[in-house]
């Protein structure tokens, strides 16, 4: 138990690192896009709360990662829809069309 | 428990995998060649992911989170639809949904576990559960505030802050304690509540203009604490998923601080909208130069560059599309039009290239702001539709002013300027804008849409 949490704490910080070294270098103009990309990454945490519904080992948790699952699911669905919709509009000024 | 069980092990490889094409899904969005590619590879990403975790070997149940599944989706669906205007507040709904997802796990560990919880345990399940409800009430007022249900003035009252550090700090002396007891299962409801009550006290005396960074911070906060769910569910995707969710946030909060010449432990500490200090005072009337919008189209058909700054005002007024056709029309007579972006114009950041580009306006023509400074100068008409405070050149020039030190688009360095504004009410922080009375100034009153829209009509009607 122990040594997992060193391990996680090895993975959090190079995690962190990356994640600041990647960003850094998402040009401004996606910012908007940015966000609703990592808030959809962030709802793996239906992971978790699909063991927790799914194990059924009380009513309270069985409920409560079931709600969980539904808010999860629609952070997924929605933030990566909506972020292809923002993406699928930043055209580069091509060849003009008259 | 240790007996590796086959989908076990099938179920880390899904996890490792994912993990390597969430990072290249935001390395993608470097550039907006890449981007739909990154959208793509986190979407595979996280279908393996969840397709794994469904092989789990403790699941006995399938129809609840079928439901679930599909519920989630329904809701999803339109959230992913919404108007591109409506964008800020969706992603603090979003950013809402992502913390009750992180408390509400968080919640039923604790239960599940108690009284046995070892103290690393709870002191990662303290933080999860104390960032996910801050996160959930607050995101929900910003919510609230960007969709207009509630009052969006900042409401501020004496001793504020000391009154909202003092309810958050109640909450981690409580989770302290638990800590230390995991046995006084009757404390754990006071480490969600109390993180409730702050969420809501830390928006109150947000405005607007604050919005962008408050949006990066609560989006901050949300990668944090699912990162913290990862400690507490031993799972590596779900702390690096929360670690890169959770630098995203705090880079952009940074910028954005930074973009508001706000410290960055002013904006740690939830103090925004401190600085309402009314200097309007002064603002008795002193004369102004106006013009109608066929001497503006005039003056702006004669240029050979022009520079488009957009702000909140023309979001409002939902200008973007005849700003478009200005742009056309601009073009097709030969004048190079550019937009100069201030990173927090708007009411989250980006979202003044989101609506550009909604509005079919190529992303190469719209500049950051370094690059939109290093403009100026060569530029014959600066046109200022909507954006107030972050043209002021009081901020370059004028010490005692609220505003002093944050960098602005330098507008004034044009030949000409001309600024689109209902009237010559003062901006968001209530500080009056002496580039109105600049003699190179001209102010063309109107709503943005209407006085955009008069403009094309000139130009094109005068063209042939």
């Known amino acids: ?98 | 428990m240790m007996s590796e069980l086959p989908s076990t092990q099938l179920i880390e490889v899904t996890y490792l995998v994912a993990s390597a094409l969430f990072i290249l899904s935001l390395k993608w969005m470097s550039s907006p060649a890449t981007a739909r590619r990154g959208v793509w590879a986190g979407e595979v990403g996280m279908l393996l992911a969840i397709a794994g975790t469904l092989l789990h070997h403790g699941i006995v149940d399938y129809k609840w989170l079928a439901a679930a599944l599909v519920l989630g989706t329904i809701i999803g669906i339109p959230l992913g639809k919404v108007a591109m205007t409506a964008v800020p507040q969706r992603t603090a709904l979003s950013h809402a949904f992502g913390a009750l997802c992180v408390t509400l796990v968080g919640t039923a560990e604790f239960y599940l576990r108690a009284p046995a919880v070892p103290k690393f345990m709870m002191a990662v399940l303290g933080m999860e559960v104390i960032l996910g409800s801050l996160t959930f009430t607050g995101s929900l007022m910003a919510a609230g505030k960007l969709q207009e249900v509630l009052p969006q003035r900042p409401i501020t009252y004496k001793g504020q802050n000391i009154v909202n550090l003092m309810v958050l700090a109640i909450a981690v002396v409580v989770a302290v304690i638990l800590v230390m007891h995991p046995e006084k299962i009757y404390l754990y409801p006071l480490i969600v509540i109390l993180p409730l009550i702050f969420g809501v006290l830390m928006i109150i005396p947000i405005g607007g203009a604050d919005m962008p960074t408050v949006i990066s911070l609560l989006n901050s906060y949300a990668g944090l604490s699912a990162a913290a769910m990862g400690f507490v569910l031993d799972n590596k995707l779900l702390i690096i998923a929360g670690a890169l969710d959770g630098a995203s946030g705090f880079i952009l909060s940074v910028n954005m601080s930074k973009a508001m010449n706000r410290s960055f432990s002013n904006v740690l500490f939830g103090a925004f909208g401190q600085e309402q200090a009314s200097a309007a005072a002064g603002a008795e009337a002193r004369p102004v130069k106006s013009a109608s919008p066929e001497e503006a189209a005039g003056i702006l058909a004669a240029a050979n560059k022009v520079v488009i700054v957009p702000g909140y005002g023309m979001a409002v007024s939902q200008a973007q599309h005849k700003v478009r056709e200005l742009y056309d029309a601009l073009t097709k007579r030969g004048v190079d039009v550019r937009f100069g972006i201030h990173p927090v114009a708007g009411r989250m950041p980006g979202h003044m290239n989101v609506l550009l580009a909604e509005a079919d306006i190529p992303y190469d023509k719209l500049m950051e702001m370094d690059d939109a400074n290093g403009d100026f100068a060569q530029t014959d008409v600066a046109l200022v539709i909507g954006a107030n405070d972050v043209t002021n050149p009081a901020a370059r020039t004028d010490a005692s002013s609220p505003i002093y030190g944050m960098p602005i688009l330098d507008v004034d360095k044009a030949r000409t300027v001309m600024v689109i504004k209902r009237g010559m009410s003062a901006g968001f922080a209530g500080i009056d804008n002496p580039l109105y009375y600049d003699d190179k100034t001209l102010m063309l009153f109107g709503d943005a849409k209407g006085f955009v829209g008069s403009i094309v009509r000139e130009i094109s009607g005068g063209g042939h």
């Open chain 1, 1 to 98: 138990m122990k040594l997992d949490l060193i391990t996680s704490l090895y993975v959090f910080m190079l995690a962190g690192f990356i994640g600041f070294e990647v960003i850094r270098r998402v040009s401004p103009l996606l910012h908007t896009p940015l966000m609703s990309l990592t808030n959809a990454l962030d709802a793996i945490a239906v992971v978790g709360a699909i063991i927790l519904a799914g194990e059924h080992k009380t009513t309270f948790a069985t409920v409560l990662g079931t709600i969980a699952i539904v808010s999860a699911t629609s952070n997924i669905v929605g933030g990566f829809l909506i972020t292809d919709r923002m993406l699928k509009m930043f055209k580069a000024s091509g060849p003009k069309k008259s």
